[in-house]
């Protein structure tokens, strides 16, 4: 896909960070220009997961260019067209809620709406606890925008977690070949 300029977004769900980076490498592989974007949030908190830092050290020797975060640096993907496909994964159920409801206080939502104003497709991998709960309208009503896709997803642990889904991200290059041609990758629920 050399040439196609692929903005992916990281939020704030770090138990799944390890699995992001290695699509994040895998669309490098596939000649992606992969321009990276954090969540206030997934830039500067450390976890259990890992220390932000070392995410970000390690998402920028992949791209081989300096992560975008900040508002001032987010705005400008929409008037000057930063972008062929914007991608959010991991999505957390709080960006879903303010995807939905048009806010755009974070730096992955108002990327999100610059990049959307060029009529250009947003993916979304969710990974969220409250999927089948709180953030299901959320979800149900992206699912209704135009120009938006998702990432194939399903329940993560139905026992432990009933409402819990994550998208399944060895999809990730599937579903971005999709949503550049204007499809979206099926089944979604998986």
């Known amino acids: 896909m050399e040439g196609i ?3 992916f977004a990281l939020c704030g ?4 960070f390890a699995k ?3 699509q994040i490498e895998n669309l490098v592989k596939l000649k992606f220009e ?14 259990r997961f890992g220390d932000a830092e070392d995410f970000r050290n390690r998402i920028e020797t992949i791209c081989g260019r300096g992560v975008m975060t900040g ?12 972008l062929d496909i914007l991608l ?8 879903l809620g303010k995807l939905a409801n048009g806010i755009t206080d974070t730096t992955v939502t108002l990327a999100a709406k610059a990049h959307l104003r060029n009529g250009r497709p947003l993916l979304i991998a969710v990974s969220t606890n409250d999927a089948l709960g709180a953030a299901a309208k959320n979800i149900g009503q992206l699912m209704n925008y135009k120009n938006v896709f998702f990432v194939p997803m399903g329940q993560d642990d139905y026992i432990n977690k009933p409402n819990s889904i994550v998208a399944d991200f060895s999809l990730t290059a599937n579903a ?4 550049l041609k204007g499809q ?4 979604v629920i998986l």
């Open 5 to 7: 300029r692929i903005g």
């Open 13 to 16: 769900s770090f138990c799944t």
């Open 20 to 22: 992001a980076l290695e």
């Open 34 to 47: 992969v321009i990276p974007i954090m969540s206030e949030n997934a830039y500067y908190t450390d976890t």
């Open 71 to 82: 508002l001032t640096q987010a705005e400008p993907i929409g008037p000057k067209k930063l």
């Open 88 to 95: 959010i994964e991991p999505c957390t159920g709080n960006t």
């Open 176 to 179: 971005v070949e999709a949503a």
């Open 184 to 187: 979206q990758l099926q089944p």
